[in-house]
């Protein structure tokens, strides 16, 4: 066959490729983008599960932590400008779990005294370096009032999320005077909800980072419920298009299909054909396209990266640190919803093509 043939062939079956490759694209990159937030606001706020009272490590998955935090609250004065911080107060150790790296933690450890962890986006609008000293006009709760106390920057970190992170700074819990909680951070992939229910049937009462902030997790998991109304919607529009691509291919092999009857060969037999054919053909384009929207979800991460170094206040409502994790099983149902219809659809639209209307197809061929 020719050229003309083979792009006759080919021209059909592009949109599907593309619809499956942007469909696979998206699932990927909002899967991997809404783990990274659902992580972020653990380590960010108050750990897997919060609690007041000391938690054993033999009562949580292996590879847990569990620290002793305060809160407070303060202002933040340099050279360059003040800004409100929420305080997190913490004792040594709390960084050197997955927080540190997941954080992109960058610290002085030489550096001692009333020490003051700010974040990458918090050290860019006060223009602190690590080194620096400013002043914390610090808020204590218990006798209501204000005290300023000179501070030095020990560390930076960046957690990709500027959102969560623009005023939070962390200080030793000798800071702060207020009354602390434990914060119990679980390896991710284990059950937080049965870890907590555990946790309460021995008598520990417990709340999880989806009570604690129900807002944003709610927040998180509808973007990712939107995702099965548009995998649904996508499957009738490839069905949709698998019909059209069948009729394409009849119309393009009129001189083949007088042939066929010419020998003898049945309609029945004939639309059976061409709906194996079509089917194959959306199969291949479908692999094709999920293929390639999974090796451009790959590529997200570095391109978010450099649009945030080129203009961090772009994406300060969205996290720029993630990793890509593939969706293989929905990806796949995606794949077999897609074809379930397409069957149906072109098996509806064959059987229209009743006894003799092939023939009138072909009639003047």
């Not at 609250?73 to 003040?82: C, R, V």
């Not at 790296?101 to 050290?123: F, K």
Request: glycine letters at 6%; one cysteine or more.
């Amino acid at each position: 066959m020719g050229f003309k043939y083979l792009l006759s062939s080919i021209t059909p079956l592009i949109l599907v490729f593309l619809i499956v490759g942007v469909l696979s694209f998206s699932l990927t990159f909002i899967i991997s983008f809404s783990d990274a937030i659902d992580r972020m606001i653990v380590i960010l706020g108050s750990g897997s599960i919060s609690t007041y009272e000391e938690v054993p490590l033999s009562m949580l998955p292996e590879g847990s932590s569990v620290d002793y935090v305060k809160t407070g609250e303060g202002i933040l004065y340099s050279e360059n400008g003040e800004s409100l911080a929420y305080l997190k107060g913490f004792d040594e150790g709390y960084f050197d779990s997955e927080r540190g790296s997941a954080m992109n933690l960058v610290e002085d450890a030489s550096l001692n005294g009333n020490t003051l962890y700010v974040s990458a986006s918090l050290s860019r609008s006060l223009s602190l370096e690590i080194g620096d000293r400013l002043t914390l006009l610090l808020y204590e709760e218990d006798k209501n009032r204000t005290r300023p106390l000179l501070m030095t920057i020990k560390g930076v970190f960046d957690s990709g999320y500027a959102q969560l992170d623009k005023y939070l700074a962390y200080v030793d819990n000798s800071v702060l005077s207020s009354s602390g909680s434990y914060e119990v951070l679980i390896p991710a992939g284990e059950d937080v909800d049965e870890v907590s229910n555990a946790l309460i049937d021995n008598g520990i009462f417990a709340s999880t980072y989806k009570e604690n902030y129900s807002a944003l997790y709610t927040n998180v998991q509808s973007s990712i419920q939107i995702l099965y109304i548009i995998l649904l919607a996508v499957a009738l529009l490839s069905a949709f298009f698998s019909s059209d691509i069948a009729r394409v291919y009849l119309d393009r092999d009129k001189m083949d299909i007088a042939a066929l009857m010419m020998l003898g060969m049945e309609e029945k037999r004939i639309r059976l054909l061409y709906s194996k054919l079509t089917l194959i053909s959306v199969l291949i384009a479908s692999l094709a396209g999920t293929i390639a929207g999974i090796a451009l979800s790959h590529m997200t991460p570095w391109m978010v990266g450099k649009i945030a170094e080129a203009d961090p206040a772009l994406l300060e409502y969205y996290i720029t640190g993630f990793e890509i994790r593939v969706p293989y099983l929905m990806i796949g149902a995606m794949i077999v919803i897609m074809l379930l219809i397409s069957y149906v659809t072109l098996h509806c639209s064959m059987k229209r093509i009743k006894s003799g209307n092939l023939a009138s197809l072909v009639e003047n061929e």
